[in-house]
């Protein structure tokens, strides 16, 4: 900067122009002149810029004038030091020249012994390839040894690995073309007999695991069976000690946690099966071998679910269950362990397949089998073969319905072969109180079904107020509900005890109540026998708690859930009812056997002229008869049912003594017949009167007694005795002491009282005015009795 603005000024010493300025600094600084240039050509003053130009040029030259004045001194020492480096140039070719000639000298020898050694290196490379060629032919030729050796060990995975590695590692760049050509048409011809090998090995297990299918499906049913069992025993356990909290007994509950054994581990090979898949993976083949396994297992299930026709369902269905069983067990195994063999859908429609045939066959066999006991056999294998499957998750809800289908059925038959025993025990049954020898006997046949009337073991011999037909009876019950259980156990319902209590039902209502009544109704019984048959209903009655409280045991519901007042038997009700009925049929029994007794009436001497004061025979026939009936009633009959009957005997001799007054056989009768059938009352009102204290019947019927019963007749006794019989026409008198009689049957027995005893007391002026006043009274009486009419 201090230079150019040096040059300006001495520019502007030199008495340069302004337009010359201009230019040097335009050149100065490196500007483009084209427009100046420009500017002056279109002026048309090119000189000028010429002349401006010529003179910078001189001033240019000057300068450099200056300048390489001002430099030379520096110049000429560059040059001679230049000319001293050529001559150390020159003296570096000499030394490098001898240098070389020295060194071509030295390198000549060292030339042939590099040469040597080279050729000592290409002789070593070419043993070091042909010692490597030889090695990998070592290598090859030793793993096809071993290929060999498997082969004949059937060791194919082994020799299928072997000849994967020479495939793989060594033929692509094997050094010998000769063994590599002989080993590559060895390779397809390995894998095609290991191919062969490891199928016919695989068929060999089809066939094995086939035949063991059965054997593994027993063991699998049979542990569930096992376990069916400790679950029910633990249930009993449960129960026991339910009934002894309530009974306020202490009881130690304990828990016992079973190690589950080896041997319940079901054990088959499935090595051949995951050999033979790993085997054909290897090879490529593994989709061809899933079809193929999945078709060859197909067709063993097409024949497995084929019933053998030579064999009758019921011997064959264990066997048949068990093989689909077994054959399901391995195919879960499989789908496990095998690595994608099978698939879930796979499995899946093999299942419904199975189920909808399975399905089929047992709706048909159920259809033909005619047996509850058949029934109850295959539901058990059933629901066994239920519980296996559904541990290794099959659905079975499909073949357990089918049970459901068949339960009317079952119950039908069941309730038939209940029905054939119960008519057996019934019609064969003697209907004498059963004898009860040994405490044994006594809590299997009494206490077991909650029979006894007294809570104190009885001395035995013990005389049970029903025959043997009603624990005979309770036991076919009993074990009908234990048949209606095992039925309904393990199926779709877990809730069953409504189920049960609706067939225990039908069973007292249409087999047992409708066979008594049978037996009650049969003309060959006689009084005692019926008697008995409404003191055994009585006590079936008296079952139906147990049968209950035995059903909800077995149901696994809490006892006390069947004292609620709704949730008791119906045919509790209904034998109630036949109860009844029987005693209605007792009644009529007893009175036809009374009607025999008071048609011995017939016989009395209705207008004898004497007073006789001994009894009729029929009457003494009549108590003896009613002595016979009551005790043998005190013995079995409850205390109402023994009402009942004594009240009905004796007010069906009361209605007969009336009905002798009554009958068109008596045309008329007088006192003396009257007084007689008075005693014949009187003895008969002592004996009701004695049996009403003696059966206990006072303490329970406080307000009643067997006398009561007889009041009709006493009434009418009365009214023929009294001295003033008119008085019966009174209301109030009349509702007093007559209040049985019908007036229609007064005024017809009065127009029968014929009083002749005039000449037998003819003499006797005071009778004669007393009977003449009675007299007088009962022709009043009469007379009114006529009007009233």
């Known amino acids: 900067m201090d230079s150019k603005i040096h040059k300006r000024r001495a520019t502007i010493d030199n008495g340069e122009t302004g337009e010359d300025l201009v230019l040097a600094t335009l050149i100065g600084n490196g500007d483009d002149l084209g427009p100046l240039v420009r500017h002056a050509f279109e002026m048309g003053r090119p000189e000028p810029l010429v002349q401006q130009l010529k003179h910078l040029m001189k001033k240019k030259e000057v300068e450099i004038e200056d300048l390489c004045k001002t430099h030379y001194e520096e110049f000429i020492r560059a040059v001679d030091e230049l000319r001293g480096v050529l001559v150390d140039a020159e003296e570096l070719k000499s030394d490098l020249s001898s240098d070389n000639f020295r060194l071509q000298e030295v390198g000549s020898a060292l030339l042939l012994k590099l040469e040597e050694l080279l050729e000592s290196y290409s002789i070593k490379k070419s043993v070091t390839e042909a010692i490597k060629m030889s090695r990998i032919c070592i290598q090859v030729l030793e793993l096809c040894v071993k290929c060999n050796k498997h082969l004949s060990l059937g060791q194919f995975y082994l020799a299928l690995k072997a000849v994967d590695l020479v495939e793989k590692n060594y033929l692509q760049n094997f050094p010998v073309n000769k063994i590599k050509i002989v080993i590559e048409k060895a390779i397809p011809m390995i894998k095609a007999h290991i191919e062969k090998k490891v199928t016919s090995h695989f068929n060999e297990w089809l066939v094995h695991i086939r035949s063991s299918a059965k054997d593994i499906g027993q063991t699998a049913i049979g542990h569930a069976s096992s376990a069916r069992q400790r679950d029910e025993e633990m249930r009993e356990r449960q129960r026991k000690a339910e009934e002894m909290s309530m009974a306020g007994m202490d009881f130690v509950y304990q828990l016992d946690v079973d190690e589950v054994a080896e041997d319940s581990v079901l054990k088959f090979d499935l090595t051949p099966l995951h050999r033979s898949y790993h085997i054909h993976t290897c090879l490529g083949l593994q989709e061809q071998f899933r079809d193929y396994y999945y078709k060859n297992r197909l067709l063993q299930l097409t024949s497995d679910l084929q019933i053998p026709s030579s064999q009758p369902f019921i011997e064959s269905h264990q066997t048949y269950l068990a093989q689909i069983a077994g054959y399901f067990i391995v195919e879960d195994r499989v789908l496990r362990t095998s690595g994608g063999l099978l698939s879930v859908e796979q499995v899946e429609t093999m299942w419904e397949t199975t189920v909808a045939k399975v399905v089929l066959i047992l709706d048909a066999q159920f259809v033909q089998m005619g047996t509850a006991t058949h029934l109850l056999l295959v539901k058990d294998y059933i629901t066994l073969l239920g519980a296996t499957l559904r541990q290794y998750g099959y659905e079975v809800s499909p073949i357990l319905e089918v049970l459901d289908k068949s339960r009317d059925k079952y119950h039908d038959l069941l309730l038939e072969d209940c029905r054939q025993e119960i008519e057996n025990i019934i019609c064969n049954d003697s209907c004498d109180q059963m004898i009860v020898k040994k405490e044994s006997d006594y809590d299997n046949n009494v206490l077991a079904f909650h029979l006894e009337t007294s809570d104190i073991m009885p001395a035995f011999p013990y005389i049970a107020p029903f025959s043997s037909m009603v624990p005979d009876c309770c036991f076919i019950v009993r074990s009908f509900i234990k048949g209606c259980v095992d039925y309904l156990s393990y199926g779709l319902n877990s809730n069953f005890y409504d189920i049960v209590r609706k067939y225990l039902d039908n069973l007292l209502i249409d087999v047992l109540n409708e066979v008594v009544l049978n037996k009650v109704h049969s003309p060959a019984l006689g009084e005692s026998q019926v008697m008995q048959l409404a003191a055994n209903i009585s006590y079936l009655e008296r079952a139906c708690n147990f049968f209950l409280q035995y059903a909800a045991q077995l149901c696994g519901i809490p006892v006390r859930s069947v004292d609620r007042p709704r949730a008791g038997l119906t045919a509790k009700a209904i034998l109630k009812t036949s109860r009844d009925e029987a005693y209605l049929a007792l009644l009529t029994l007893v009175n036809s056997k009374l009607e025999e007794f008071m048609a011995l009436t017939e016989n009395i001497n209705w207008t004898m002229e004497e007073i006789v004061q001994d009894r009729n025979d029929y009457m003494t026939e009549v108590v003896f008869y009613l002595e016979t ?161």
């Open 629 to 789: 009936l009551l005790s043998k009633g005190q013995q079995i009959l409850p205390l109402d049912a023994l009402y009942k009957v004594g009240s009905g005997a004796l007010e069906h001799i009361s209605s007969s003594i009336v009905a002798a007054f009554l009958s068109d056989s008596v045309k008329r009768f007088n006192a003396n017949a009257v007084m007689l059938i008075n005693n014949d009352l009187k003895m008969l009102e002592n004996f009701a009167d004695e049996r009403f204290q003696s059966t206990g019947l006072s303490e329970v019927y406080r307000d009643g007694s067997f006398q009561g019963c007889l009041v009709e007749a006493r009434q009418l006794i009365n009214l023929l005795s009294s001295s003033q019989p008119e008085n019966f026409m009174n209301p109030v008198i009349r509702q007093k002491n007559y209040n049985a009689l019908d007036h229609k049957k007064v005024s017809i027995i009065c127009d029968k009282f014929k009083d002749s005893a005039d000449s037998i007391f003819g003499s006797l002026s005071n009778r004669n005015t007393k009977i003449s006043s009675r007299k007088k009274s009962m022709d009043m009486l009469k007379k009114r009795l006529k009007d009233f009419n």
